[in-house]
């Protein structure tokens, strides 16, 4: 029998508008930051937060109810008992909407973030001056190991875009805004639980929005930064992401593959991008002097091609181990 939910605190109160959701897992200490930040937000908007522990051993909610009984701002922390990144979000926005029925927007930030003090006044106001229906900011790292900071130009620490402005598709939620109405838009769950252990959740929703017409805008001065501990600095770690990021794109372009020769010509542009890749490893290292920034392509390319043949990492899984 499934394990229900569980309203562990809340002060949720009618009238609010934007809502805040944080996923959390295992990273207490970070959570606390990550709320002292949202505690100090500079807007004129009234707004909630909706918090989801999403570990069995119950690592967070101390920290979570903590701050919610000392914190003027409206809050909710519950249990999603099904692990899993894209349970914990389909948690919290399912939260967000039900417990606050007048949130037109949601925000989301991860628990190993912090948001700059215009943060949410700055995601707010590019959505209303764009009237987009999703809008993304971009996620700066902090390294732990200062020396490491020439790795902010590595794709996996690297934002999308540079400039304020509409873009065609934003790819991570660690700091998006989604308005209520992209929910009626697509399917249920939010996130596809196919992506739950492999990640990459975000991205297909985000794709599947891009589909269905769905509009995107970029809000560069809404700032957030991400702490980078010295384990995803390491030359594995940043392979593996590679890997990942390749089985993801492959899965999703999977996904809408209806016949035999469209899965084969999926196959044949995944096995050509290997070759390719080298060419890019090449010009990059040419660009960027460094070995781990330049073997990105590569590591994606093989990640597709191994997912292609039925094999792709869970790292998700593998940590809830």
């Known amino acids: 029998m499934t394990e229900l939910r569980e309203i562990i605190f809340t002060s949720a109160q009618p009238g609010i508008e934007i809502v805040v959701c944080v996923p959390a897992f295992r990273r207490p200490e970070h959570l606390r930051r990550t709320l002292a930040s949202l505690q100090q937000q500079q807007t004129s908007h009234r707004f909630g937060i909706v918090i989801v522990e999403n570990d069995a051993g119950r690592t967070s909610i101390a920290e ?10 409206p809050g909710i922390c519950i249990t999603e008992p099904q692990q899993g990144n894209c349970h914990a979000i389909n948690a919290a926005f399912e939260t967000a909407m039900t417990q606050f029925p007048d949130a037109a927007m949601l925000l989301m930030i991860d628990d190993d973030e912090i948001a700059a003090p215009t943060w949410l006044q700055a995601m707010v106001d590019a959505a209303q001056r764009s009237d987009a229906d999703i809008v993304g900011g971009p996620v700066f790292p902090q390294f732990d190991d200062a020396s490491k900071d020439d790795l902010s130009r590595h794709p996996a620490f690297r934002p999308a875009y540079v400039a304020s402005g509409p873009v065609a598709i934003i790819y991570g939620s660690g700091n998006c805004l989604i308005r209520r109405r992209v929910f009626a838009t697509l399917a249920q769950p939010s996130f596809d639980l196919r992506f739950n252990f492999l990640g990459g959740g ?65 196959l044949m542009r995944v096995m050509a991008t290997l070759p390719l890749s ?12 460094k070995l781990l920034i330049a073997m990105h392509p590569v590591a994606v390319a093989v990640g597709g ?6 094999i792709e990492p869970q790292p998700y899984k593998a940590k809830l181990a």
């Open 202 to 266: 975000d991205t297909d929703f985000f794709t599947r929005s891009q589909r269905a017409g769905l509009t995107f805008y970029w809000a560069a001065d809404a700032v957030i930064t991400e702490t980078v501990p010295e384990t995803r600095t390491q030359p594995g770690w940043l392979a593996a992401r590679g890997l990942r990021i390749g089985a993801i794109n492959f899965q999703i372009r999977a996904k809408v593959t209806r016949t035999p020769l469209q899965r084969t010509v999926l």
């Open 278 to 289: 080298l060419w890019r490893a090449a010009r990059i290292a040419l660009r960027e002097r």
């Open 305 to 310: 091609a191994l997912a292609a043949v039925g």
């Open 64 to 73: 979570a109810t903590r701050f919610l009984e000392r914190s003027d701002i």
